[in-house]
């Protein structure tokens, strides 16, 4: 269940945004207030493949771990002179095994115990979204249900963005709301609860600036409520508090070079919660035009502070715990790259990513935990435009 939550893909309109942001050159996001001008369908398939663990690291279990594949479907469409609809339906099949607990190994170093490699999940999530656009803005409505095995969440998200009175700024705005039940299924490994729920709201406000014709800034700031059932069942001993408040800001900055007909990007994100976790993200992209292809390398770095609950040992003297590597002290660097080509009104897309995750490349200090992640992600994708 929670491997799926974290490796959901970005919805409709967190593409659309990220789009605008990368529009070359820069001030061709400013003119995005209309809908579009065709009806656009795609088809997107990605696989994620975990590293399997190290043997030293495995006291018992097998060292396999997730493998999932992710297969994408959406539609866009005009609706009018001033409305588009868009639906978007995504199913992601995982199978593999995650660690269990951390106990001691004969070497008395701490070691992993593996939950077994026949866990077996399905999710399947539908999303509408409809647009209105006017002169100066265009405002967003998104209703989405995802369900699987052990999990179901039904979210509403509603954006905003508008113009200065010469375009060269706009605001945004949004808001979103997501209540899930938890339901674990008890055949995998030991849990204890039946059915729990988690409410989860969100607000954003953010801001992008255009410098001149080639450069464009924007800068944002969000705020995340989670409420209820937040501890993890699959996890021995796992108790978390059944509240979560998470503050991110976060800054990008794009420059398109006329002479290279490329464009350099780079981002930052500062991320605060009050389970006592600090993170920072930074990454450098290029966007290399070549006539009707984009080539776009990128490198990421991300570290952060262990939670004030983690230990890699349980410690059943304290109200919070939990072994999870997720919340640990850890550093992460990415290097992938992405291809997208358009061949009249279709377009062909392709990515691949490599990332790989390491205690001592953390900025901040903490205990190490046996179970970080290693991973390969590949993505392709073809669509379609046409009025």
């Known amino acids: 269940m929670s491997k799926l939550i974290m490796l959901r893909t970005d919805s409709r309109l967190v593409r659309s945004l990220g789009a605008t942001l990368t529009a070359l050159p820069a001030y061709q996001s ?67 095994a995650s660690p269990w607990f951390v106990g001691l190994g004969l070497d008395g170093e701490p070691g992993v115990i593996m939950s077994g490699a026949s866990i077996e999940d399905n999710r399947v999530e539908v999303g509408v979204t409809t647009r209105y656009f006017w002169a100066d ?12 095995d052990d999990y179901e969440a039904l979210s509403f998200a509603f954006d905003v963005a508008w113009n200065s009175a010469d375009n060269s700024r706009t605001w945004t705005a949004s808001a979103s709301s997501s209540n899930d039940n938890v339901s674990p299924v008890k055949e995998r490994i030991p849990v204890f609860i039946d059915e729990e729920s988690l409410n989860t709201q969100s607000m954003y406000f953010g801001v992008s600036q ?28 796992d108790r978390r508090p059944d509240t979560h408040d ?90 992938g790259v992405r291809w997208t080509v358009q061949f009249g009104d279709w377009g062909i897309e392709a990515q691949a990513e490599r990332y790989r995750s390491n205690n001592d490349w953390s900025l901040f200090d903490g205990d190490a935990a046996p179970a970080l992640v290693d991973f390969w992600r590949a993505t392709v994708g073809l669509s379609w435009r046409f009025d």
């Open 246 to 335: 998470k503050w991110t800001l976060s800054a990008g900055y794009r420059q398109f070079m006329v002479n290279m007909d490329a464009a350099l990007q780079a981002d930052y994100r500062y991320y605060h919660d009050d389970w006592g976790t600090d993170s920072h993200t930074i990454e450098i992209g290029w966007h290399q035009n070549l006539g009707k292809h984009v080539l776009a390398p990128y490198l990421r770095y991300y570290t952060q502070g262990e939670a004030d609950f983690f230990s890699p040992i349980a410690d059943r003297s304290q109200p919070f715990y939990a072994d999870d590597y997720r919340l640990s002290s850890y550093g992460a660097l990415t290097a």
């Open 210 to 237: 255009i410098l001149s014709q080639t450069k464009i800034v924007r800068i944002g700031l969000s705020y995340t409520q989670s409420e209820g059932y937040l501890t993890d069942p699959y996890k021995f001993a």
């Open 30 to 96: 400013a003119l995005a207030d209309a809908p579009p001008a065709f009806t656009e369908v795609g088809l997107r398939y990605s696989h994620y493949s975990e590293d399997s663990l190290p043997e030293e690291r495995v006291i018992f279990g097998s060292p396999s771990r997730y493998d999932i594949d992710v297969t994408q479907l959406w539609i866009e469409a005009p609706v009018g002179g001033a409305w588009s609809i868009a639906l978007d339906v995504q199913n992601d099949a995982m199978s593999g």
């Open 137 to 148: 803005g265009n405002a967003g409505l998104a209703i989405s249900h995802s369900e699987e």
